[in-house]
């Protein structure tokens, strides 16, 4: 034991006064598709970060963004590399569905994460509900995003009720996308879904379409239909989630639905107003959803890729993802710093519903534009 | 081009004719008179109708003047008007979105302008039709004023000056004389126009409301989160069609001007 330590002393040591040159570290081959704000993160937060950690490694980042078919692209060539034995050339992928494809579960593409490989593994919290080869580190969730200057602290709406209710006590106040163009507008109208069905999001399984579920939508289509002409201009829903939280930074509106790592990037960038405050419903809150990275079994450097999984899930990191990114931690905010906990005290919810979108994503979007957004009756 | 647009053409018509609303095989009509029969669809039908007229109608409004301004003025001021007018040829669609939700979106530049000048009650186009309207008419103003002063150039001087001689005032002079003429380069600007305009997906998109939709929307809407391909191929059939009914009248245009041309030889 007293060897080993003093051996990585002394490696320590000697890295510390011999330059590391690149080509002596090791690569850790990561790929990332996902939006600018998160590889620029990647870039100037968690690379510097790390290999001060863990100077035997070096991050080399791949951005495939808009590049064919992304990191389903790099995960097909690991597969592609798994079966001819080749190098897979990629060691962490940022993000990443592992399901989206059924040849890589069913191929063991993917290194099991556990306890032993990465330890911080144990602190994530049960909802994310990570299958076992998936490294949450990241969350988003839709909130509600209002002016402070123009609604009351004790006017904003905690239940789905009080919502609908404000919306219609203060025509062309609110406004939210549509559901098809950004998961803000979408977590307003799969929101109303759960209102209408028993707010029980467990009863929407990805993958089975139940039509008795499906036969309750138009009860969240009369339900929104009441608020349409209370909507921003008499029911104009714009086609994405900035132009949303443009008409809150300019004054149109006093209330939106925002994703939560928009709204609170924004808000640090001062592109919303430092009025702006976040509120979530305790009812039943918004959607949101979890970012998984995987790192493929075959990859060539299994040590850096597992210690860099667990790097991310340190408190470190985790509070960059929230400081930063403006996103949810995957840990129990009680891991985290209390100023942190305090400072997002009316946001902070241990419940994330998700919305199994594929079919049910489908009726939901066109039940909304045939019933919601015209003023059209199909019946007629 | 046989290849890759009227063979592919054909095939989604000859899908649509032979594959009925249930996906059973046999002749039928039945999707297009699924269609036809869809409030929803006839008035997405409609309206990108409508705005296609309205905006060919505006932009040759707006057109003919700066035509018959460039082609018959001279100097820094013309030269000047020149430039603007080719500008917006060089702003891509989606940047001249974004500028135009700002411009003219609530509380964006040209409401506070006339709020500056004490006009309240504005009412902002952003997310109606007469956004989709404005910037369409804004970003067909080249080409068209391209097409027409070109046109114009073919009009003598010695003609209008003649005209003048005996006693034509401008109006005359602008229907009798400068109209005729240039009926060719008009027709060419109406059909490339109707084409663009018919089909246009970005600006209706990103300015205009989420009901009624112009075809170029409602297609992607209708196959990418529908889910319903063979309904976006029915709609993409259809709009095929008048499209081509257009072009059909473009291409008579351009052939009948070739034929004068030649005789004129």
Known sequence: MKLRSLFLLASLLILGVVSVHAQDRKPIYVYTDSDTNISDWWTNTVKPAFEAEYPEYEIVQTIVRGVGGGVGDIANRALAALETGDDPQVDFIESINVESNADWLANDLWLEVTEENVPNIVNVVAATNRLPQEVPYRGSQVLLAYNSDLVAEDEVPTTYAELIQWIKDHPGQFVYNRPDRGGSGAAMVTRAIFEVTGQDPSLFVPGEFDEDLVAQFPKAWDLLGSIHSSIYEEGAYPAGNTPVLELLANGSVSMITAWSDQALQAINLGVLPESTKLAQLTDLPFTGGYSYGAIPANSTNVEGAVALANFLLTPEIQVAVVEQLGGFPVVSWETLPPELQEQYTSVITDVVPTWPGGDYGAAMVEGWYNNVATNIDRSS | ?265
């Not at chain 2, 700066?66 to 082609?71: E, H, K």
Request: charged letters at 10%.
């Open chain 2, 1 to 265: 081009m046989v290849l890759l647009i009227f063979y592919p053409a054909a095939q989604s018509i000859v899908r649509t004719l032979t594959i009925d609303v249930d996906g059973q095989p046999g002749l039928s009509l039945s999707r297009y008179t699924a269609f036809f029969r869809d409030p929803i669809s006839v008035a997405n039908l409609m309206f990108t109708f409508q705005i296609t007229i309205l905006v060919l109608v505006v932009m040759f409004i707006v057109c003919f003047p700066l035509s018959i301004y460039l082609r018959f003025a001279s100097g820094r001021i013309a030269s000047a008007v020149q430039v603007l007018v080719l500008f917006p040829l060089f702003v891509p669609g989606i940047i001249l979105c974004y500028a135009l939700i700002r411009f003219l979106g609530s509380h964006g530049t040209l409401e506070s302008i006339l709020t500056g000048v004490g006009f309240s009650g504005y009412r902002t186009p952003y997310l109606k039709p007469n956004a989709i309207i404005f910037a369409l008419v804004w970003e067909s103003i080249p080409f068209t004023v391209l097409i027409l002063t070109a046109g114009l150039r073919q009009v003598s001087n010695e003609l209008i000056e003649c005209a003048r001689d005996v006693g034509a005032n401008n109006w005359h002079i602008f229907t009798r004389i400068i109209l005729p003429l240039i009926k060719r380069p008009v027709l060419i600007v109406f059909s490339l126009s109707f084409l663009g305009i018919f089909g246009s997906y970005t600006v209706p998109y990103l300015l205009g409301p989420a009901s009624p939709q112009m075809m170029g929307v409602f297609m992607q809407q209708t196959f990418g989160q529908y889910r319903r391909p063979d309904d976006a191929e029915t709609q993409a059939v259809i709009t095929f069609l008048i499209c081509s009914f257009v072009g059909f009248l473009y291409v008579r245009t351009v052939v009948s001007q070739r034929q004068t041309q030649r005789e004129d030889e």
